[in-house]
DNA sequence: ATTATCTATAGATCTATAGATAATGC
DNA sequence: ATTATCTATAGATCTATAGATAATGC
């Protein structure tokens, strides 16, 4: 047994850890306190002399796990020739579908998020915000529509990862995978007529 | 009471046709048989004479969801002067997005369908086959390269509509999926200048 | 007589609490 | 003395079962 507060902070930050890591892998009512703090190398009745509730845990582990990733994509880019392919690459990849546990808590939370309160919805629009504001930044950034492009990127590549998960690690599932990666790294989704108008008019 | 044998298949039916909507809503743990069988207007005391435990409605109230969802998609198309726009206008839109619980099972159980047996992973891979032979048929036939295209625009409606919930209704939200609603109708998510050798090397 | 549904409950699991234990730190 | 963690358990909830009830259908 440790008891100095550095041993408190250590295990706070072990188990939100932790459950940040089993969140993203079965959602965020599956795992049980008792089995968090087990993860933790803790027993479960010490837990709540670090959190008020689940609840409370769950909030800190949704933001862990937004934050946790975004630190990954920004050493991703950085120094890569083409930046916008480094960034698809790690995002769109079998090894992002098959480990959800260190992956994008955007795709692995979307469902969730509804459920939960009000940290955990800001925690996850925040972590959109980032992605977006980072995607406008590796598109080319004379064109007028990159917002609407960052959002069209963001939602392929979202989209290609959370289906792949559906289908497994098959064929099919690595197939959706590469095209969508190619149709990003190729700037397929780029208008083919540059719109020069600026923002259209919502329907 | 009623105890003929239809009774018994229009109950079956009914808790089905329920759970298909709660899962939808809350992903596939949250709603207990107790729940389910009151949405049906039963008791839980019956629910085994229908199944044979909770897994067993689970698997055929995915299989319901995902086929549910696909007859709406066929009456969408039929007639319209642009079948993939009305498509699109269908699945892109902040009706579906505030209302998982009638929309599509490819997106709503994206995060589920791993945790799940075979023949719930079986039915949402067959939904995703259907999704993509529909939109093959929707784009442009004499294209080489239809199903990466099939497979780019599939990843970027679930993963507008995905995004979009975890959002909420807000018009950050709103904007993401008239963006991606868009850019599908305008056919931006073709290859700018047309691939002609047909599927490409994967890197 | 058969059976679809209901009432009641057993057994397991989960959140949260209470009190004991064994370190830290003034 | 304080406090981080542990053991033990209360109370709630959930799946599944058993036996009772009240219709159907030969």
């Not at 939100?16 to 993203?24: G, L, T």
């Not at 089995?35 to 949704?62: D, P, Q, S, W």
């Not at 989209?159 to 095209?179: C, F, H, K, N, P």
Request: with cysteine; hydrophobic share 35%; proline share 4%.
């Amino acid at each position: 047994m440790g008891h100095s507060k550095d041993d408190k902070a250590e295990s706070h930050e072990r188990i939100v850890s932790v459950a940040a890591e089993r969140i993203r892998e079965s959602g965020t009512e599956s795992p049980g306190v008792a089995e968090i703090m087990r993860a933790a190398g803790l027993t479960h009745g010490g837990f709540y002399k670090h959190f008020t509730n689940r609840e409370e845990l769950i909030n800190e582990a949704v933001e862990h796990a937004m934050r946790e990733n975004e630190t990954d994509a920004a050493q991703v880019v950085s120094g890569a020739d083409d930046p916008l392919a480094a960034f698809a690459d790690w995002y769109v990849s079998t090894a992002h579908r098959d480990d959800p546990a260190h992956g994008c808590g955007v795709a692995a939370l979307c469902t969730d998020v509804p459920h939960l309160g009000r940290p955990a919805q800001e925690s996850y629009r925040a972590q959109v915000e980032r992605y977006l504001a980072r995607l406008q930044g590796l598109l080319a950034s004379d064109d007028p529509d990159v917002r609407s492009r960052a959002n069209v990127t963001l939602s392929a590549m979202v989209g290609a990862v959370m289906i792949a998960r559906g289908l497994g690690a098959t064929d099919r599932s690595d197939e959706l995978l590469r095209d969508v990666l190619e149709a990003i790294q190729e700037r397929r989704l780029l208008p083919p007529g540059r719109h020069v108008d600026g923002r259209r008019e919502p329907k």
